[in-house]
């Protein structure tokens, strides 16, 4: 399969050096002890400070990692950071706390040793000042942190914390701003927290690593890649939590927000991986754009409760895995914002993906890859709304490039070949044919009939079509989903006989209600969508679908009302916004000026004060330069003033990201002015009310090139 360089590029060549010499890598110390022979320890830390360990009257974090590891002794402690230290009888039971005035923010100088004494934990939630009742967001409650860890200004230290060990705990902290690495020889890509002990680690010789896989690592209640202030980092971190070597690892009530990369990803092994109510947020700014990206080992790992919500990819991705995954009871929600994605992308065999809300995707529901075999995938009891393809999309084996991975083939003919079933997949199981496209009301009874392969599992869906008229569909596929789908509501379920005809008779469906369904059989998997049906009345009357206004929003404060009732479809008159709709740029640059930076201040009040309004930022450029040139420097204006605008407190879920390079001149001709209109980004806007709204264009932050005269 191809692999857009923006999905692979990022980590591939870091990976490849870090697989080659993981296996050499080793810290072995001539007097090394025995995993069994570690001294525990409580360390009261009590600086914020870093740099150099030594003896004085405070202790730093670096300082207890050291303690905890058991490469500082109790003999090179000052007698003031003794009473910071208690041994414990009690091993591998280490715990490093904290105690000094709030807020804490501990700014690093360098990259902290690993952690590898078995059973450690670092609880921020001993601060004083934690309260574990006070949380920002009511869809799932997690606590505040006070203590924080990040890079200190001007230093690029690319790892939080690295765990190294078995049974290590991280809790209560708030950990962002990890970038790339700080200098060519590092291997592994900057992240909040990497979990894995082979991997090339820098530090001095140490009494203990451990050569396996760390078991049963735990990451609960942090806040990763975001502030307490719930401010965006100038500097994102590249990732969130990556699990390059761990098993049975927790990753459990994090907030995981504004990386550059996905906020969780695995690599070589992550079985059993626990993925549970954890709010992942417009993450992807940079590279990587999904949420969760998971390839290397995944046997009996799973994802669910969580709330995923305005990444800029899929809200799952799945590329090359070995083993099974369960997805179940996730909130997956205005994902794709910069790449056009499937919500939820399978490659492999015996995925579940189960009782999930999936909806405002910019691509269809749920995509499966038929390279290099993908069968059984069970696909059932999920809801689905507003998408731009299919709820369920089944690939066939030659549609591998841009935009088949992300968005899916559309719809699968009729299985009549050996070759389309081995070449599809779910082996290509036949969708449910209805008998008719329209069924009607008798007696308030309804009988339905259609026909599907043999002793498969019929699932009614309800379907309700509500993409508003100014939603912009960018997949070529988008129409189609106006007929197959979205399966927004499971119905009943029935099997079909052994000539494969199935029924249904309902006596719950109004008028005007749409019908689809899907097909699932063991052997095989689940199909996708039927084409749609509609029950109708006798009379041919078809009451009032009340619409109701979706408003764009990932989260929902604590202090907000959340019981009002929905906000009903109201269409006024056309408004007009004093607000400007472009910003301008120089040549060959994706800098925000000082003056664009106004207008996109304006931009920005706009978008607080009208919560209906979203936006879609167009990049553009001058004809210069060739098609790919001017392709890839569109996108990038375009993702400088989302950055922008994210600095200003506009949710990521708000913004889409459309790059177009020269194809939509605003300027014909060659003149250095036209040039300077053409390098620009174009805000769209649009109200979810279906209201025309007119915006204004301005050309005072225009940025003409000097001409040199000869």
């Given at each position: 399969?191809?692999?857009?360089?923006?999905?692979?590029?990022?980590?591939?060549?870091?990976l490849?050096?870090?697989?080659?010499?993981?296996?050499?890598?080793?810290?072995?110390?001539?007097?090394?002890?025995?995993?069994?022979?570690?001294?525990?320890?409580?360390?009261?830390?009590?600086?914020?400070?870093?740099?150099?360990?030594?003896?004085?009257?405070?202790?730093?974090?670096?300082?207890?990692?050291?303690?905890?590891?058991?490469?500082?002794?109790?003999?090179?402690?000052?007698?003031?950071?003794?009473?910071?230290?208690?041994?414990?009888?009690?091993?591998?039971?280490?715990?490093?706390e904290?105690?000094?005035?709030?807020?804490?923010?501990?700014?690093?100088l360098e990259?902290l040793?690993?952690?590898?004494?078995?059973?450690?934990?670092?609880?921020?939630?001993?601060?004083?000042?934690?309260?574990?009742?006070?949380?920002?967001?009511?869809?799932?409650?997690?606590?505040?942190?006070?203590?924080?860890?990040?890079?200190?200004?001007?230093?690029?230290?690319?790892?939080?914390?690295?765990?190294?060990?078995?049974?290590?705990?991280?809790?209560?902290?708030?950990?962002?701003?990890?970038?790339?690495?700080?200098?060519?020889?590092?291997?592994?890509?900057?992240?909040?927290?990497?979990?894995?002990?082979?991997?090339?680690?820098?530090?001095?010789l140490?009494?203990?690593?451990?050569?396996?896989?760390?078991?049963?690592?735990?990451?609960?209640?942090?806040?990763?890649?975001?502030?307490?202030?719930?401010?965006?980092?100038?500097?994102?971190?590249?990732?969130?939590?990556?699990?390059?070597?761990?098993v049975?690892?927790?990753?459990?009530?994090?907030?995981?927000?504004?990386?550059?990369?996905?906020?969780?990803?695995?690599?070589?092994?992550?079985?059993?991986?626990?993925?549970?109510?954890?709010?992942?947020?417009?993450?992807g700014?940079?590279?990587?754009?999904?949420?969760?990206?998971?390839?290397?080992?995944?046997?009996?790992?799973?994802?669910?409760?969580?709330?995923?919500c305005?990444?800029?990819?899929?809200?799952?991705?799945?590329?090359?895995?070995?083993g099974?995954?369960?997805?179940?009871?996730?909130?997956?929600?205005?994902?794709?914002?910069?790449v056009?994605?499937?919500?939820?992308?399978?490659?492999?065999?015996?995925?579940?993906?189960?009782?999930?809300?999936?909806?405002?995707?910019?691509?269809?529901?749920?995509?499966?890859?038929?390279?290099?075999?993908?069968?059984?995938n069970?696909?059932?009891?999920?809801?689905?709304?507003?998408?731009?393809?299919?709820?369920?999309?089944?690939?066939?084996?030659?549609?591998?490039?841009?935009?088949?991975?992300?968005?899916?083939?559309?719809?699968?003919?009729?299985?009549?070949?050996?070759?389309?079933?081995?070449?599809?997949?779910?082996?290509?199981?036949?969708?449910?044919?209805?008998?008719?496209?329209?069924?009607?009301?008798?007696?308030?009874?309804v009988?339905?009939?259609?026909?599907?392969?043999?002793?498969?599992?019929v699932?009614?869906?309800?379907?309700?079509?509500?993409?508003?008229?100014?939603?912009?569909?960018?997949?070529?596929?988008?129409?189609?989903?106006?007929?197959?789908?979205p399966?927004?509501?499971?119905?009943?379920?029935?099997?079909a006989?052994?000539?494969?005809?199935?029924?249904?008779?309902?006596?719950?469906?109004?008028?005007?209600?749409?019908?689809?369904?899907?097909?699932?059989?063991?052997?095989?998997?689940?199909?996708?969508?039927?084409?749609?049906?509609?029950?109708?009345?006798?009379?041919?009357?078809?009451?009032?679908?009340?619409?109701?206004?979706?408003?764009?929003q990932?989260?929902?404060?604590?202090?907000a009302?959340?019981?009002?009732?929905?906000?009903?479809?109201?269409?006024?008159?056309?408004?007009?916004?004093?607000?400007?709709?472009?910003?301008?740029?120089?040549?060959?640059k994706?800098?925000?000026?000082?003056?664009?930076?106004?207008?996109?201040?304006?931009?920005?009040?706009?978008?607080?004060?009208?919560?209906?309004?979203?936006?879609?930022?167009?990049?553009?450029?001058?004809?210069?330069?060739?098609?790919?040139?001017?392709?890839?420097?569109?996108?990038?204006?375009?993702?400088?003033?989302?950055?922008y605008?994210?600095?200003?407190?506009?949710?990521?879920e708000?913004?889409?990201?459309?790059?177009?390079?020269?194809?939509?001149?605003?300027?014909?001709?060659?003149?250095?002015?036209?040039?300077?209109y053409?390098?620009r980004?174009?805000?769209?806007?649009?109200?979810?009310?279906?209201?025309?709204?007119?915006f204004?264009?301005?050309?005072?932050?225009l940025?003409?090139e000097?001409?040199?005269?000869?």
């Amino acid at each position: 399969m191809t692999i857009n360089s923006d999905i692979q590029n990022s980590i591939s060549k870091v990976l490849l050096t870090a697989l080659t010499i993981s296996g050499v890598i080793a810290f072995k110390a001539e007097n090394a002890q025995a995993q069994s022979e570690f001294q525990s320890y409580r360390v009261l830390v009590n600086s914020d400070r870093d740099g150099e360990i030594e003896a004085d009257r405070e202790l730093t974090l670096r300082e207890a990692i050291a303690i905890v590891n058991n490469t500082l002794s109790w003999s090179e402690l000052s007698p003031a950071e003794q009473k910071q230290v208690t041994a414990i009888n009690q091993p591998e039971a280490s715990r490093i706390e904290f105690d000094l005035p709030a807020p804490v923010k501990i700014e690093l100088l360098e990259t902290l040793p690993p952690l590898f004494s078995p059973g450690l934990v670092i609880d921020g939630s001993t601060h004083p000042d934690y309260d574990p009742n006070y949380n920002a967001t009511v869809e799932i409650p997690i606590p505040i942190p006070v203590v924080t860890l990040t890079a200190a200004e001007g230093k690029n230290v690319f790892r939080g914390l690295t765990i190294a060990g078995d049974r290590i705990k991280v809790k209560g902290l708030s950990i962002y701003g990890f970038s790339q690495p700080s200098s060519r020889t590092d291997t592994t890509p900057g992240a909040d927290i990497v979990v894995g002990s082979r991997l090339p680690i820098q530090s001095d010789l140490l009494p203990y690593v451990p050569d396996h896989s760390p078991q049963d690592v735990e990451i609960i209640d942090n806040w990763l890649g975001l502030p307490p202030d719930e401010s965006l980092n100038k500097i994102p971190s590249s990732f969130g939590v990556w699990v390059f070597d761990g098993v049975n690892t927790t990753i459990q009530r994090n907030r995981i927000y504004h990386h550059g990369g996905s906020g969780i990803l695995t690599s070589v092994n992550a079985q059993k991986t626990q993925i549970i109510e954890n709010i992942i947020v417009g993450n992807g700014l940079r590279g990587m754009p999904h949420a969760i990206y998971l390839e290397g080992l995944i046997k009996d790992s799973l994802i669910a409760d969580n709330l995923i919500c305005g990444n800029d990819g899929s809200g799952v991705y799945l590329f090359k895995p070995r083993g099974q995954i369960t997805i179940n009871n996730n909130t997956i929600k205005f994902n794709g914002r910069r790449v056009p994605s499937a919500a939820v992308y399978l490659i492999g065999n015996e995925h579940q993906v189960t009782n999930n809300k999936i909806s405002w995707q910019t691509g269809t529901g749920v995509t499966i890859a038929a390279y290099p075999q993908s069968d059984r995938n069970l696909i059932t009891n999920n809801s689905f709304s507003n998408l731009e393809g299919l709820s369920i999309d089944l690939n066939t084996r030659d549609r591998v490039r841009n935009p088949f991975f992300k968005l899916g083939d559309g719809v699968n003919p009729p299985r009549n070949s050996r070759n389309r079933k081995r070449d599809t997949a779910n082996r290509a199981i036949n969708a449910p044919l209805f008998l008719s496209q329209d069924f009607f009301l008798i007696d308030g009874k309804v009988n339905i009939d259609g026909i599907a392969d043999p002793g498969s599992k019929v699932t009614l869906y309800r379907v309700n079509l509500g993409i508003p008229k100014d939603i912009k569909k960018r997949s070529p596929l988008a129409s189609q989903s106006k007929n197959y789908g979205p399966l927004s509501e499971p119905l009943t379920e029935t099997i079909a006989d052994k000539n494969g005809r199935f029924g249904f008779t309902l006596d719950n469906l109004a008028p005007g209600t749409i019908i689809s369904a899907i097909a699932t059989k063991s052997d095989y998997g689940t199909s996708e969508p039927a084409h749609n049906a509609v029950i109708r009345s006798l009379d041919g009357s078809t009451p009032t679908i009340e619409r109701t206004l979706t408003i764009p929003q990932c989260t929902t404060k604590p202090v907000a009302e959340i019981s009002e009732p929905p906000v009903k479809l109201d269409v006024p008159q056309a408004v007009k916004l004093s607000v400007p709709n472009n910003i301008h740029f120089a040549l060959d640059k994706s800098t925000i000026s000082p003056a664009s930076a106004a207008v996109l201040d304006l931009v920005a009040a706009a978008l607080k004060e009208y919560p209906v309004l979203t936006i879609e930022l167009q990049g553009h450029t001058d004809s210069r330069a060739s098609n790919q040139y001017n392709l890839a420097l569109s996108r990038r204006r375009a993702i400088a003033s989302r950055d922008y605008l994210l600095q200003q407190g506009v949710q990521a879920e708000r913004m889409t990201i459309l790059p177009l390079g020269e194809s939509q001149l605003k300027k014909p001709r060659n003149t250095t002015l036209d040039h300077a209109y053409n390098r620009r980004v174009e805000i769209i806007f649009h109200d979810l009310r279906g209201v025309d709204i007119i915006f204004e264009e301005q050309d005072r932050d225009l940025q003409i090139e000097r001409t040199i005269s000869r």
